[in-house]
């Protein structure tokens, strides 16, 4: 149990710094996207064994998803800071219906924010045109609340650990994020998984 357990540490901090290390290569604004699908496709193909995350791997998987994950990335946060932005000028307003507005919003937001994470992970797994993928992603946010919830709490301790310990950003944050992706999603696509397959047949 132990070396299952440094092994696994080892695993989650040299995804980390993979991260960091290509986030910086693309000068943070073109190398988040990218990075965090490379980050994520080293994770599913690992299978917890850190031998198998090797940087001649990850640039690999750079420099593959380099377009289309920056496209995916500042798809979502555009919309993302369109609808954060509106909620910050109605949260200024008072009255029941801006109220409601604001509930919109912040519901619309954690929505498009999940279905990125279904984003993240359907890039590894399928090979699927754009639109497809989004839509897939969309749909899958919508097959479990307690899915949904679950990865938004998730990831909301991971950021709160982070936020009390900011070593963690450098270390650990973004492949924990990676790897409660994975695992909070697991059953959804499981779903998704035996529908594809039983269209197929």
């Known amino acids: 149990m132990i ?6 540490v080892w695993l989650i901090v040299k995804l ?3 991260f960091v290390l290509f986030s910086l290569c693309g000068l943070v604004v073109f190398g988040v996207g990218p990075a965090l699908q490379m980050m994520n496709d080293l994770f599913v193909e690992s299978e917890f064994d850190y031998k198998e995350i090797t940087f001649h791997k990850a640039w ?3 420099k593959s998803h380099f377009v289309r994950s920056n496209q995916l990335f500042w798809l979502y946060n555009g919309c993302l800071a369109i609808l954060f932005y ?3 000028l ?3 307003l008072k009255g029941l219906l801006w109220l409601i507005i604001d509930f919109l919003l912040l519901t619309m937001s954690l929505l498009i924010f999940v279905s990125y994470q279904y984003v993240l992970v359907y890039e590894s797994e399928y090979e699927l045109p754009i639109l497809q993928l989004i839509k897939l992603s ?3 946010v919508f097959l479990s609340f307690s899915s949904f919830l679950k990865l938004l709490i998730g990831i909301a301790i991971i950021l ?3 936020w009390g310990m900011k070593g963690l950003l450098l270390f650990a944050t973004f492949a924990l994020w ?3 992706n994975n695992i909070a999603t697991k059953h959804n696509r499981e779903f998704v998984e035996k529908r594809l397959v039983g269209n197929e047949s």
């Not at 070396?3 to 696994?8: A, E, I, R, V």
């Open 86 to 88: 509106n909620l910050y």
């Open 178 to 180: 990676t790897a409660w």
């Open 16 to 18: 980390n710094l993979l």
């Open 60 to 62: 690999i998987s750079f």
């Open 3 to 8: 070396d299952k357990g440094f092994k696994g």
């Open 138 to 140: 969309c749909i899958s």
């Open 160 to 162: 709160g650990f982070s």
């Open 90 to 92: 109605s949260v200024q």
